[in-house]
């Protein structure tokens, strides 16, 4: 029965002229390559939009990569901003001081927290000796302690064992700031009738033949009294010492002060 509908279809025509198999089997291929015509344009859509997504990407990943380039070398370039300005506030101290100085890079700080030190990279080897004071712009730092040929470690002011003479800048008082380990220090041998009030800058006072008169240790943070003597007196240190990456040590001598009213 179907051999004979397909006979009957080849010789039958349509209104067209067109023999009715031929017809249906044109429709029925043109149906089919519409279908693979479509399949193909949508595959060559997607091969199309996955090459360009992956030109895009190579593209993202390439800007990623100098974007990272410049940020390094915006911190490089920073680094060196802030160091320049360390080193110009060092070079401004030395010449307001008058004093023989050598600037030192600090290379290692103690991890112990009862032994408040630092390690710098000068020694022997320029000039540096025992009980030379070291200094920054903000103001007192310690001493050396121990010069090796090319280091030397500095006892901070915040160590326990440290001790400078200190003087009220306002009043004169004076007495001796000590360390305890901490961030702060104590104001120490206070006279009774000494003036002394909170926000009150602390400097040197020269008498231990260390530190040079007049540089700045820090200011007043608390005052305590028992009756009419002095309980408790703490300094807020001028300098922060873990922020420290340059020091000058002073290698003039320094003169021993007396108390003022005295004679030096």
């Known amino acids: 029965m179907l051999g004979h509908v397909i006979l009957i279809s080849a010789q039958v ?8 198999l031929e017809s249906v089997t044109f429709g029925v291929f043109a149906e089919v390559q519409r279908g693979s015509s479509s399949g193909v344009s949508g595959l060559r859509d997607v091969w199309n939009h ?10 993202n990943t390439s800007l990623k990569r100098e974007l990272d380039e410049v940020k390094i070398q915006f911190q490089e ?16 101290l030395r010449d307001r001081s008058n004093l023989q100085t050598i600037a030192a890079e600090i290379i290692a700080s103690s991890p112990s927290p009862d032994f408040r030190t630092l390690t710098i990279d000068k020694g022997t080897q320029y000039g540096l000796q025992p009980d030379m004071a070291v200094i920054a712009p903000g ?4 001493r050396v302690v121990i010069p090796t040929a ?23 008082a004076q007495g001796v700031a000590m360390g305890g380990g901490d961030p702060r220090l104590r104001l120490e041998y206070v006279s009774e009738t000494a003036d002394v009030v909170v ?9 231990d033949g260390i530190f040079p008169k007049g540089f700045t240790i820090g200011s007043v943070d608390i005052v305590e009294k028992s009756g009419p003597s002095y309980k408790r007196i703490t300094i807020k240190p001028a ?10 040590v002073v290698l003039t001598p320094t003169p021993i002060h007396q108390a003022e009213g005295g004679h030096e």
Not at 13 to 20: F, L
Not at 152 to 168: E, F
Not at 239 to 248: I, W
């Open 199 to 207: 926000g009150d800058l602390v400097v040197t006072s020269g008498i």
């Open 13 to 20: 025509n349509s209104r067209s002229g067109v023999p009715v």
């Open 139 to 142: 103001g007192v730092v310690g």
């Open 239 to 248: 300098v922060d010492f873990s922020s420290l990456e340059e020091v000058l």
């Open 77 to 92: 370039r920073r680094a060196l901003a802030d160091r320049a300005r360390g080193l110009q506030a060092l070079l401004e």
């Open 50 to 59: 996955y090459i360009r997504l992956r030109h895009v990407e190579a593209e």
């Open 150 to 172: 090319r280091s030397a470690k500095v006892q901070l002011l915040s160590d326990r064992n440290a001790a400078v003479g200190a003087l009220i800048e306002r009043s004169r």
